[in-house]
C-alpha cells in the first residue's frame, strides 16, 4: 500500500484542477435537453437554474431567504494532500461567494484508489475542513467511492437574501472591470507536474492564490452593490468574461496589458507549459472571444489558462471602481482593473 510521502498525487490525475472540466461548448450541448425538460417557467422560486448558467443554483424559500446550491470536484493539482484538500475546498466555495452568498455547511465528495494509504483521504479531508471552518461554515457528512483516479470536492450549501443575488448577467455599458486574482494557475501547475526547471517559485505563487478565499472580496463587492460578478475557474478569464457579455448583452473589452500575471505563468507558457483545459478553451470559445491580431501568444495563453480557485470578475459603475478595487487590495491582497464593458455584440474583445 503506498503511503504519504511515497505517491504524487499529481502523478494520478489526467488532468489537474479546473483543467478538467468539460469545455464550454461541450458542456452547452449536454445541459440543453435538461434545460428543456425542466422550463424555468413551471418552477418560479427557482431564482438562478440551468436557463442562465451561472455559478450556482439558487432557490427561494421566503421573501427574505434563499438557498445557494453547488458542487465541485476535481483530481489534485498539487502533490501534498493536505493543500490538495484546502485548494479544492476553497474552489467549491468560491461559487456561493460569487452569487454573493455566505457559506452554511458543505458535504463532501470523494474518489480514491483503494491501494493508497487511507491516512492520505485523511489529510484530504482535513484539508478541507480547515477551508470550510473558515469560510464560517460546518462539513455535515459526504460520499467517497472507490476509483483509479483521486478526486475530492465539495457539495455547498449557502444562503442570501432574493434581492442580493449577484448573477453573471447585468454588466452595463460604462461599467469598470475588476480582477481579484492574477492568472496562470494551470500553466504553473502544468510546469510543476511536468518538472519544468524553476517551476518551484511559480508554484508556490499559485498554491498561494488558490488557497485565499474569495469571501472577503465577495462581501465587499456585494456591500458596493456591484452590477455583475462571476468567478473564474475552468474555462478561463475569456470564457467567464464571455459569459458576462453573454447574459449582459455588451462587449466586454479587456486591456491584456493590465492583466495580473502569477510569478514566471508568461515564462512557462513560452515554454510550453499549456493545458488541454486551455486548447479546449481557444477551441470551443471561437468568435465569442477576439483576441487583437497584436496579443502576444503568452498573453493569449493566460487568457484561455484554466483557472483552479480563481478570483472574481466583477462589473460595476465606473464612479465605484476605484474605491472598490483599493478596499479589496487592502484588505483581501489584491484587485486589479483589467478593462471596462461596452455598447456592442456579446463578444469579449482582448487588446
Avoid at 502544468?190 to 508556490?204: I, M, N, S, V
Avoid at 478570483?311 to 471596462?340: Q, T
Amino acid at each position: 500500500m503506498a503511503t504519504e510521502g511515497a505517491v504524487r498525487l499529481t502523478e494520478l490525475a489526467s488532468c489537474a484542477g479546473c483543467a478538467a472540466k468539460f469545455g464550454p461548448a461541450t458542456l452547452a450541448q449536454l445541459v440543453r435537453p435538461l434545460r428543456e425538460r425542466f422550463d424555468a417557467a413551471d418552477f418560479p422560486a427557482l431564482l438562478v437554474g440551468l436557463e442562465r448558467s451561472d455559478d450556482a443554483a439558487v432557490y427561494q424559500l421566503t421573501d427574505e431567504l434563499a438557498v445557494i446550491q453547488t458542487l465541485d470536484f476535481f483530481p489534485p493539482v498539487v502533490d501534498d494532500p493536505y493543500t490538495y484538500g484546502q485548494i479544492a475546498a476553497a474552489n467549491a466555495l468560491s461559487d456561493v461567494y460569487a452569487m454573493g452568498g455566505e457559506v452554511l455547511f458543505a458535504l463532501n465528495i470523494a474518489a480514491f484508489p483503494e491501494d493508497l494509504d487511507p491516512a492520505l483521504l485523511a489529510e484530504i479531508f482535513r484539508g478541507g475542513a480547515d477551508k470550510v471552518q473558515e469560510s464560517g461554515g460546518v462539513i455535515a457528512g459526504g460520499h467517497t467511492i472507490i476509483d483509479a483516479e483521486p478526486k475530492y470536492g465539495l457539495a455547498v450549501t449557502g444562503v442570501i437574501h432574493p434581492r442580493d443575488i449577484l448573477r453573471k448577467g447585468g454588466a452595463r455599458p460604462g461599467d469598470a472591470l475588476l480582477l481579484t486574482k492574477p492568472l496562470g494557475t494551470g500553466i504553473l501547475m502544468t510546469a510543476a507536474k511536468q518538472r519544468f526547471p524553476g517551476h518551484e517559485r511559480g508554484l508556490d505563487a499559485a498554491v498561494a492564490s488558490m488557497l485565499r478565499l474569495n469571501r472577503t472580496a465577495s462581501q465587499l463587492a456585494r456591500a458596493a452593490r456591484v452590477h455583475a460578478m462571476t468567478d473564474v475557474t475552468g474555462f478561463a478569464l475569456a470564457g467567464h468574461a464571455a459569459e458576462m457579455a453573454q447574459h449582459s448583452n455588451a462587449t466586454i473589452a479587456i486591456d491584456a496589458g493590465a492583466l495580473p500575471e502569477l510569478t514566471d505563468a508568461r515564462r512557462f507558457a513560452r515554454a510550453g507549459a499549456l493545458t488541454g483545459g486551455g486548447g479546449r478553451n481557444l477551441a470551443q470559445l471561437g468568435e465569442r472571444v477576439r483576441p487583437g491580431s497584436a496579443l502576444d501568444a503568452s498573453l493569449r495563453d493566460l487568457v484561455y489558462d484554466p483557472q483552479t480557485s480563481g478570483g472574481l470578475l466583477i462589473a460595476l459603475p465606473e464612479a465605484a471602481a476605484e474605491p472598490l478595487r483599493r478596499s479589496i487590495e487592502e484588505r483581501d491582497g489584491g484587485c486589479w482593473r483589467i478593462g471596462e464593458v461596452r455598447a456592442g455584440p456579446p463578444v469579449v474583445v482582448v487588446t
